[in-house]
């Protein structure tokens, strides 16, 4: 999502929290420092991207 396309989602819902699972572009410094926001990135330690538990997974990692 563009920056802008996140501060009016966040204007027009008035978020008092903002969920970001698998974050793919940075919170802009605007809302993260005026609303709460909780980035869920399930990765295992040495996160291989967006399909890090796939990867996990298939490779048997614990």
Do not use: N, T
């Not at 980035?39 to 295992?44: A, D, F, R, T």
């Not at 330690?45 to 967006?50: A, K, Q, S, T």
Request: hydrophobic share 50%; charged share 25%; aromatic share 6%.
């Amino acid at each position: 999502m563009h920056a802008d396309v996140i501060r009016e989602s966040v204007a027009l819902y008035q978020s008092d929290l903002i969920v970001a699972p698998f974050l793919k572009r940075a919170i802009p410094d605007d809302v993260w420092r005026a609303v709460r926001c909780l980035i869920v990135h399930p990765g295992p330690p040495g996160d291989r991207g967006p399909a890090a538990l796939d990867w996990a997974i298939l490779e048997g990692v614990a």
